[in-house]
């Protein structure tokens, strides 16, 4: 009844280990049945999204370097995070999250010092301006989200991927083609 001095409640269920998740993919390899464990495939599922938002972030930073050319040292670090995303590589897909984190913040600078420098280098017409303006400003708007997403994303794919043993990590990478039978 209740929980004891120490702490523990006896009817929680307790959150699986690194050797429960190994000892549950033997099993499931022990008996032939190709079915991913539910932690193998939530992992699985954050890596996608991870890769696909990366894709529209590596797109959007191809655009930046034509303002910054910092940005290639930023579209560095997010073929970083794609290849950690890919391999299942916790250590890049770390870098790829404190990028992440970092970033949006990159994004409202770089917004509202476009907003106040452009009206100095301005050569052009009124109208020319305030469309370059609203162009760049729903560009990093779209960023700054695809970020805030990316961001959530990454985290739990990279608190999922520290309780990755080695036979799990090559199990996701053994049927990485087979994608579209792992969620029907």
Known sequence: M?????????????P?????????????IDDG???FPRELIIIKRYGITSIFLNRIDIFLNFWYIFLYPIYALFLFIN????????YYNHCFSGIFLIYTA????IRFYEM??????FNSKSMYSENFYILKIL???LLLTLNILIEIILLRTQYKFC???????????MLLLNYKEDVNTLFT
């Open 79 to 86: 073929f970083l995070g794609y290849y950690g995303a890919i």
């Open 135 to 137: 162009f760049i400003t």
């Open 159 to 169: 608190k999922g991927l520290k309780n990755l043993s080695e036979d799990s990590i």
């Open 16 to 28: 699986p280990s690194k050797s429960d998740i190994t000892q549950e993919i033997a099993l499931v």
């Open 2 to 14: 209740g929980a004891d001095l120490i702490g523990n409640y006896p009817d929680m269920p307790t």
């Open 33 to 35: 049945i190709l079915e």
């Open 102 to 105: 970092i970033c949006p913040l």
């Open 112 to 117: 509202f010092n476009v907003v106040i420098n």
